[in-house]
């Protein structure tokens, strides 16, 4: 028995020395466990040194399409908007002169019976579309489209209703913040804040604010003056479409017709037409080229007021100004 012990301890031995034999040699500081489980080029020490070059999403030495001064292989597209643009496009843009990115800030919240709860993104489209254009050296980055709309535990605001989205004050601050210092990174001069709703002025003040004095080659700046429906209040009343009464919606004609400027859709246009509900205050929406002119005329003049801030605060390097008054900070009323 003792020897049929020893016999097999020898056959061990043979079949583990015959099993090392056959493995690769292995270089001085290379994992064995790891070495034989990476394939070619995977292994660590064998990565290429970072490229300077490297850009698209990939690398140069790969790819004449992933470096950085490799031209444009089509026409510039025709957009403002940089979510529709290739990074060629972008890149290519700025160095014709776009140096200024206007983030806005909307909302998803609830305007009555037939406003889409997406609302303030709607007038955003149209209203940084028309900034950014008739700016010539401005693009719009993407539609931030969730801010502070209430509480959570218990819901409180806009959180009542359903559809509603609602960031936390802080995480409003630090998304905007990310977003704000992206642009910085990729060399925009003029960072632009507009919003469209009452929960957002007092974040875009405070990111504006504190990120202006940090950077000295940078302009950040919050423009309150976009969000001020109190301004069209002549233009309303030379249209003849000032209300005279009201429905006590979260809804008025000014509002209604910047929405439809973009998407005849979101204020439900020609189901309301069919329904005979095409008012809103006493304002009448239904003749189709009546409300289309009427909400260019108001784009126009948004847009204008809202140049004329941007030029100013660039002139000024975003001179700080007053934080937003109590009635825009945490505020639910209104637009």
Not at 49 to 76: F, I, S, Y
Request: net charge positive.
């Amino acid at each position: 028995m003792k020897s049929v012990r020893i016999v097999a301890l020898i056959l061990l031995i043979c079949v583990i020395a015959m099993a090392q034999a056959q493995q690769p040699p292995q270089t001085a500081g290379q994992p064995g466990a790891q070495a034989g489980q990476r394939g070619a080029g995977g292994q660590r020490g064998n990565q290429p040194p970072p490229d300077p070059r490297d850009m698209g999403g990939g690398q140069c030495a790969e790819n004449v399409w992933n470096c950085k001064d490799t031209p444009n292989p089509l026409p510039q597209y025709d957009s403002v908007w940089i979510e529709e643009l290739t990074w060629m496009d972008v890149r290519d843009a700025m160095k014709l002169g776009k140096n200024t990115v206007i983030i806005a800030t909307g909302g998803m919240e609830p305007n009555g019976p037939f406003l889409a709860t997406g609302k303030h993104n709607f007038v955003l489209r149209a209203n940084c579309e028309a900034i950014a254009r008739k700016m010539g050296t401005a693009l719009c980055a993407p539609i931030v489209k969730f801010v502070p709309e209430g509480g959570h535990e218990p819901a409180s605001g806009h959180m009542k209703s359903p559809g509603t989205i609602s960031l936390r004050e802080e995480t409003f601050v630090a998304l905007l913040t990310d977003i704000v210092t992206s642009f910085k990174v990729h060399g925009f001069k003029n960072i632009i804040l507009i919003g469209d709703s009452g929960g957002n002025p007092n974040g875009m003040w405070t990111v504006a604010e504190a990120l202006n004095k940090k950077w000295m080659d940078t302009t950040v700046a919050h423009i309150r003056e976009h969000y001020d429906y109190g301004s069209l209040g002549p233009l309303m009343a030379e249209l003849g479409m000032r209300g005279t009464k009201s429905d006590n919606l979260h809804d008025d004609p000014g509002i209604t017709l910047n929405m439809f400027a973009d998407d005849p859709n979101s204020v439900r246009y020609h189901q309301r037409v069919k329904a005979g509900l095409a008012t809103i205050n006493g304002v009448s929406i239904g003749e189709y080229e009546k409300s289309l002119a009427a909400a260019k005329r108001i784009v126009d003049l948004r847009s204008n007021n809202t140049i004329a801030a941007i030029k100013k605060a660039i002139e000024t390097k975003g001179a700080s100004a007053a934080r937003p008054p109590a009635a825009q900070r945490g505020n639910r009323g209104g637009q």
